[in-house]
């Protein structure tokens, strides 16, 4: 029986070792955190994700879990909107649309496709050997046929395997993320855009709303209170952000300062490692697809690597590298958009984003047709 060692246990090392347990490789999941109870936010699973999910059975589950993203849209801190679509036109053109639930629940399911004994927490790895397929952990060595690297956005292993790479680097923005209590009975999904800043709401289920909001702002910042921090930025926008910012428990607020891979990688993999999700294409939040493209590469992997072991990592790299590189780029773009200050800029902007708006609601979506259509491979 092949074997795999998967490092992180995130999303994405969570959907990977799913898949190729699912295709009969034995496989050990090393994790250097306690648990993997993740911080609480929300996530948007986008089509392109659930159809990946729908491979190792999880999608339908995930489906059940969900809010659907019903009305949703862009506007103005006054309220306007300037650009609309809806749940129905996603599921018409794409078979699904994209689905909130918190990430807990996401990582509680995948986790749940896994053989116990699978899992191994609380253990570090100190190094990794690309060519002999070793893994040194603090409990010692593993030799497996295949590693699996989704350690995250400052992954040491992409570091092992190119150690040239300047790796992520500062997108220009912090951001924050929260679970309010939801305050009236419909809350539309979408993101506002103001100078510089945004704030973005994500109906759950069971009455809850995730938020979130960006700033364009130095790098290393923080505020003594973040939750009265957002109510400086936030509090006089359009309802019902100041009343979910009001319900928030101010502990529970998180701040992390933007980070994004602007230098592709030569490839993504090495001898016999492959590096997935953040390890190998960390990208900014704004279009929704960090652990999306996460779950995409884990069973693209599995799928290489399940019919010609670790010759498939050529291919693997050859399905992935583009993709994923033009979507990051895509998202920092937006990013770069939200981050218009002046207020010449801002309305031009805002502008291109009502005429496209009037050119027909299916406009927003066209713009998408690249990134949600894709297919997992048969």
Not at 87 to 102: F, H, K, W
Not at 107 to 127: K, Q, Y
Not at 152 to 158: D, L, N, Q, Y
Not at 256 to 269: E, G, I, N, Q, R
């Given at each position: ?191 506002t855009w103001g100078r510089g800043l945004v704030?973005?709401?994500?109906p759950l289920a069971h009455d809850q709303v ?169």
């Amino acid at each position: 029986m092949a074997q795999a060692v998967v490092i992180g246990a995130g999303i994405g090392g969570l959907t990977a070792a799913a898949a190729l347990e699912r295709d009969g490789w034995s496989v050990a999941v090393v994790e250097q955190a306690p648990s993997i109870e993740p911080v609480g936010s929300g996530l948007a699973v986008a089509p392109n994700a659930l159809r990946a999910l729908d491979t190792i059975g999880v999608g339908d589950d995930v489906r059940k879990l969900s809010a659907i993203q019903g009305e949703a849209g862009i506007r103005r801190p006054d309220g306007r909107w300037l650009s609309r679509t809806s749940a129905e036109e996603a599921q018409a053109r794409y078979g699904d649309p994209t689905v909130l639930l918190l990430r807990s629940e996401l990582v509680g399911l995948l986790s749940a496709r896994l053989s116990p004994g699978v899992l191994r927490l609380d253990t570090r790895v100190e190094s990794v050997d690309p060519e002999g397929g070793l893994v040194s952990t603090g409990d010692g060595d593993i030799a497996t046929d295949l590693i699996v690297s989704a350690d995250g956005i400052r992954s040491s292993t992409r570091t092992t395997l190119f150690p040239g790479h300047p790796g992520p680097v500062y997108a220009g923005a912090t951001s924050w993320r929260l679970i309010a209590p939801a305050v009236e009975d419909s809350v539309p999904a979408g993101e506002t855009w103001g100078r510089g800043l945004v704030f973005g709401v994500m109906p759950l289920a069971h009455d809850q709303v995730y938020c979130y909001a960006t700033s364009t702002t130095p790098a290393g910042g923080n505020a003594a209170d973040e939750k009265a921090e957002l109510t400086r930025l936030f509090g006089g926008w359009h309802p019902p952000i100041p009343a979910l910012l009001a319900g928030a428990d101010p502990d529970t607020v998180l701040r992390h300062d933007l980070y994004s891979m602007d230098t592709p990688l030569p490839a993504f993999h090495r001898g016999r490692v492959a590096l997935i999700g953040d390890a190998a294409h960390a990208m900014t939040p704004h279009l929704g697809q960090g652990a999306c493209q996460a779950i995409e590469d884990a069973v693209v992997l599995a799928h290489h690597a399940s019919r010609t072991g670790v010759a498939g990592l050529a291919a693997y790299t050859s399905d992935r590298l583009e993709r994923t590189t033009r979507i990051a780029r895509r998202s920092r773009s937006i990013g770069r958009l939200t981050g218009w200050r002046t207020p010449p800029a801002v309305s031009a902007r805002d502008a291109m984003l009502l005429l496209a708006g009037r050119l027909g609601r299916d406009m927003a979506l066209r713009q998408f047709d690249d990134v949600f259509d894709w297919r997992p491979p048969a």
